[in-house]
């Protein structure tokens, strides 16, 4: 097993924010009516309107499979397919969640920097009006990529503008849309709505929070059955509460973007450390809070043994190293260290 000591596995691997247990604290008072309609969820709701605009609406989930399997539910039919960049988190994490729970089929691209363009897109657009072939209707993006790549404002409105030409909704993996948004400067809305997306997974639980996502919807048209397919598929909480006061806690002021910020900083910092080592190359550029970087095989298991962090090419030695919010200037320095000690020796 890993070392239980501090790692650069994921920012799944961190602890609740202290802001975070505290509205838990606070929301654990007495009775409170279930299945959502309480005072904690009313206010997301009402945070969610604010900053979203009157026609979104949000539902607290327990787990980002189940934001990105709801999402993709609302705007796609079992003949209908989605497409996606072969490195996205629906097609090589979840199991087949969204196959088995959709009935659809996933049409993936290769994307070396994880992002998809509308170049890339309509690749995957042969066989429309044809019976033998299942039809695209949804594409979904990661933002920020697994490859820990960023989308510009510009490339998700390109996209979404091209899907909406098509006749296609644009679906985005907002798992760390905070640390997106963070490394852009942008506002929930002015990173999601305003660029077109139909739908967004949003991610709490790598940015603080404790089992609590959500997927949102900007138009009602589109929320219009979520209430019935979350409860079919074994996520409606019957103490909402908690999770909503948890996505309170992160969205109703700045903490979503101040923990994104605190983890993107320790990944650039980390990597203007490691930067020009031998052997060591960084493999994608550091946009958010993941650095990609290709390593000495020898090396990897002597570096791990101090902070643990995955493989993901036991070939050509690519690893990532992701920080969090929880991630410090001693934990970045003392890591870089080592890995400069291994790699000069």
């Not at 087949?96 to 897109?121: F, N, Q, V």
């Not at 066989?127 to 510009?154: F, K, M, N, W």
Request: charged share 20%; glycine share 6%; with cysteine.
């Amino acid at each position: 097993m890993p070392p239980a000591a501090k790692s650069l596995a994921s920012d799944n691997w961190t602890p609740a924010h202290p802001e975070v247990l505290a509205a838990l604290t606070a929301a654990n008072t007495g009775d409170a009516t279930a299945y959502g309609y309480d005072a904690w969820t009313d206010a997301l709701r009402a945070t969610i309107r604010a900053q979203l605009g009157d026609d979104a609406s949000i539902f607290p989930v327990f787990n980002g499979t189940a934001a990105n399997v709801l999402c993709l539910e609302a705007l796609l039919h079992p003949h209908e397919a989605v497409i996606c960049a072969a490195t996205a988190h629906i097609t090589t994490d979840e199991c087949g969640a969204p196959e088995r729970h959709l009935g659809s089929k996933l049409l993936t691209i290769d994307a070396p920097d994880g992002k998809l363009t509308p170049e890339l897109a309509a690749t995957r657009l042969r066989g429309r009006g044809d019976e033998h072939h299942v039809q695209p209707r949804v594409v979904s993006i990661t933002q920020s990529s697994e490859l820990g790549t960023v989308y510009s404002p510009a490339e998700v409105r390109a996209l979404a503008d091209w899907a909406h030409e098509q006749g296609l909704f644009l679906h985005m993996d907002g798992a760390r849309i905070a640390n997106a948004a963070a490394a852009l400067g942008l506002g929930l809305r002015a990173a999601t709505g305003d660029l077109g997306i139909d739908a967004l997974s949003f991610g709490g639980t790598k940015n603080g929070a404790v089992g609590a996502e959500a997927a949102i919807f900007f138009r009602p048209e589109q929320a219009e059955l979520m209430l019935f397919r979350r409860k079919q598929s074994m996520q409606l909480a019957s103490k909402m509460r908690y999770a909503s006061a948890q996505l309170s806690a992160l969205l109703a002021g700045d903490l979503w973007l101040e923990n994104a910020r605190r983890a993107n900083a320790a990944a650039a910092r980390l990597a203007r450390a490691v930067e020009g080592l031998p052997g060591l190359e960084i493999a994608q550029p550091v946009q958010a809070n993941a650095l990609f970087v290709r390593l000495p095989l020898a090396s990897i298991p002597r570096l791990q043994e101090h902070t643990f962090f995955y493989v993901y090419d036991e070939v050509t030695g690519l690893c990532r190293w992701m920080t969090a919010w929880d991630t410090t200037d001693a934990d970045i320095d003392s890591f870089a260290d080592v890995v400069r000690e291994e790699l000069q020796h």
